[in-house]
Nanobody
Framework: QEQLKESGGGLVQPGGSLRLSCTAS????????QAWYRQGPGKQRELVAS???????NYADSVLGRFTISRDSDKNTVYLQMTDLKPADTAVYYCRWVGKAVDYWGLGTQVTVSS
């Protein structure tokens, strides 16, 4: 069964860094967009960063300059490098891969930024 699995979350102090990974397993159909979303306590899920099949990337204003999305197609993995983390970045982070007829979500990984 095809699925996405996030890893790399944890507890980090303000100003710290984390790298999240999203790895696909099973027979994943072709996708055009790979993205990271997050949902903070009491908040709606929001788009954080996305990368298109041509390599174009987009970021939410709140993370621009601090987060970087990338992928390793050979490893079927997408990454989210997060730097200068702030308490407002505390959330469950989800990956999502979207294709013409498919829409995959992972179960999420918790990121907590606190001193």
């Amino acid at each position: 069964q095809e699925q996405l699995k996030e890893s790399g979350g944890g507890l980090v102090q303000p100003g710290g860094s984390l790298r999240l990974s999203c790895t696909a397993s099973g027979s994943i159909s072709r996708v055009n967009i790979q993205a990271w979303y997050r949902q903070g306590p009491g908040k709606q899920r929001e788009l954080v960063a996305s990368i298109y099949d041509g390599g174009t990337t987009n970021y939410a204003d709140s993370v621009l300059g601090r987060f970087t999305i990338s992928r390793d197609s050979d490893k079927n993995t997408v990454y989210l490098q997060m730097t200068d983390l702030k308490p407002a970045d505390t959330a469950v982070y989800y990956c999502r891969w979207v294709g013409k007829a498919v829409d995959y979500w992972g179960l999420g990984t918790q990121v907590t930024v606190s001193s």
